[in-house]
């Protein structure tokens, strides 16, 4: 827990953390809690998403904070894929309790280069306007990609970790255009909340394990599970 705050604010981010997986406060640092609770009372007081996206090392850095649900990351990878984006890193913390926030950070890039403030205000405008049911996702896309060409050598697999005490989904493929909107998607045809997130790209290849709750938020028992990653390959595969 950060040291040197007030004893009022410890009290409130302790409060606050609970709404959290139990591994959010040990393995969560300091600083991101902070930010976390900075950005939910941001969404108390403006009652709108939070969405910003400002340069960073060389690159540039979406900041969302908003009440999960399962169609937002769908919304949001959708319009970073339309404006031809690169997806470097993703940080994604969801609560399990109410209300429900879920605070996300992805580093991207366009040619390797930190977006103009022109391309970063008006990707922020279509995450707004998609959220709002304003901006087609899915027709601004099918322009650019074959959306039912289905992924290269993906691979999907369901377990319940040990540590995080959560169900989460690995899900393994080449990577490829309009890769992390496909995933997404996904998850919101199979009603899934994603409340944690880890990204691995390497050699080529993207790994994704996604920390899920079921539909209505509940936990998903492992026989289920599996056949959700099944079901989620199929789709895919566009079988």
Not at 26 to 44: C, G, K, M, P
Not at 70 to 95: N, P, R
Request: proline share 4%; aromatic share 12%.
């Amino acid at each position: 827990m950060a040291s040197g705050l007030k004893t009022s604010t410890l009290e409130l981010l302790k409060r606050f953390n609970k709404s959290f997986p139990q591994f959010y406060d040990q393995f969560v640092s300091s600083e991101i809690q902070l930010q976390n609770l900075r950005l939910a009372y941001r969404l108390y007081k403006t009652r709108r998403a939070v969405i910003e996206l400002k340069p960073e090392g060389g690159k540039s850095a979406l900041h969302f904070a908003y009440r999960n649900q399962s169609f937002l990351l769908s919304d949001i990878f959708g319009v970073l894929a339309a404006y031809g984006l690169t997806i470097h890193s993703l940080s994604l913390y969801g609560q399990i309790k109410p209300p429900m926030l879920v605070f996300i950070k992805l580093i991207v890039s366009r040619g390797s280069q930190a977006l103009l403030e022109k391309t970063a205000e008006n990707v922020c405008r279509a995450i707004r306007e998609a959220l709002g049911g304003r901006f087609e996702v899915e027709e601004m896309l099918a322009v650019e990609f074959n959306l039912d060409a289905g992924l290269e050598k993906v691979e999907t697999e369901f377990y319940v970790d040990p540590v995080f005490h959560l169900p989460a989904l690995v899900i393994e493929a080449d990577n490829q255009p309009g890769l992390f909107y496909k995933v997404m998607y996904a998850m919101w045809l199979e009603d899934l909340l994603v409340v944690n997130a880890n990204l691995l790209v390497w050699r080529g290849r993207t790994r994704l394990i996604l920390y899920l709750l079921g539909p209505n938020e509940s936990l998903i028992p492992e026989y289920l599970g599996h056949k959700i990653a099944e079901s989620v390959r199929g789709r895919f595969l566009g079988t």
